[in-house]
């Protein structure tokens, strides 16, 4: 705010620094409340390392699945229909417990996009994690 004396008609040229004053005393407030929590030291337990070997099973090979344009459905190069794909999908979930195999998912760029839906349906009904789309 500035006053004007009666001699001068020009705007006073001094800065108000209380504002100033003010935002500095509420910033070092709350650096002095929340230092003592950011100096607190936080136990965490890792994990240690052992010299025993974990054996891992080769992965099984990866299920080509391909779309073309008429809608027909290719396991691995072999025509099947699209309705067993979940049965023959649950097959292989059920031969590799825990270590499922790889779906490898290509399709003709004019293909009908319900039959990619029904696919992926069928991979996610039957738990298969790992999917992924080549050309």
Do not use: C
């Not at 890792?46 to 459905?73: F, G």
């Not at 059920?94 to 839906?117: K, T, W």
């Amino acid at each position: 705010m500035a006053f004007s004396s009666a001699g001068r008609s020009g705007p006073l040229a001094e800065i108000n620094v209380t504002p100033l004053v003010d935002v500095m005393l509420v910033l070092l407030i709350i650096f002095i409340v929340t230092a003592p929590m950011v100096a607190r030291p936080i136990t965490v337990d890792l994990p240690q390392a052992t010299d025993r070997v974990v054996q891992r099973p080769d992965p099984p090979p990866p299920i080509e699945l391909r779309l073309d344009a008429a809608s027909q459905l290719s396991w691995n190069g072999q025509p099947m229909a699209i309705g067993d794909l979940q049965q023959r999908l649950r097959a292989q979930a059920g031969e590799h417990a825990g270590n499922l195999p790889e779906l490898r998912i290509s399709s003709d760029p004019s293909a009908e996009y319900e039959g990619m839906a029904r696919i992926l349906a069928a991979a996610e009904a039957t738990g298969m994690q790992r999917i992924a789309f080549v050309r």
